[in-house]
């Protein structure tokens, strides 16, 4: 099993950057394939992005891709999205998740575990 707890939300302009952070707990982080996920006001959570175990394999949301990047860092037990070029319609609340996955199959599945999210909102 593994926590997950994020950091990192917060308000920012319009074309603006944030950098989130998500520390896991548990021995076994090095087994999880990582992502996240957020959920804007009145819509259902969507995927933005993931990467593999080995860090080698990435997967984007098409409407993040090149906005946005997706790393990990194994000895620290942390995963981290860097946020560029902001829109509003970027305003949700960020899950870190982790799960026995690939990539890839983390936009299609409902990871397993979740951390409780932050807020990051973009301001016009």
């Known amino acids: 099993q593994v926590q997950l707890e994020e950091s990192g939300g917060g308000l920012v302009q319009d074309g603006g950057s944030l950098s989130l952070s998500c520390a896991a707990s548990?021995?076994?982080?090095?087994?999880?394939?990582m992502g996240w996920f957020r959920q804007a006001p009145g819509k259902e959570r969507e995927f933005v992005a993931a990467?593999?175990?080995?860090?080698?394999?990435?997967a984007y949301a098409d409407s993040v891709k090149g906005r946005v990047t997706i790393s990990r860092d194994s000895s620290k037990n942390a995963v981290y999205l860097q946020m560029n070029s902001l829109k509003p319609e970027d305003t949700a609340v960020y899950y870190c998740?982790?799960?026995?996955?690939?990539?890839?199959?983390?936009?299609?599945?409902?990871?397993?575990?979740w951390g409780q999210g932050t807020q990051v909102t973009v301001s016009s």
């Open positions: 998740v982790a799960d026995f996955s690939t990539a890839s199959n983390m936009r299609r599945n409902s990871p397993k575990y």
């Open positions: 990467i593999s175990v080995s860090g080698l394999s990435t």
């Open positions: 548990g021995r076994t982080f090095s087994s999880y394939a």
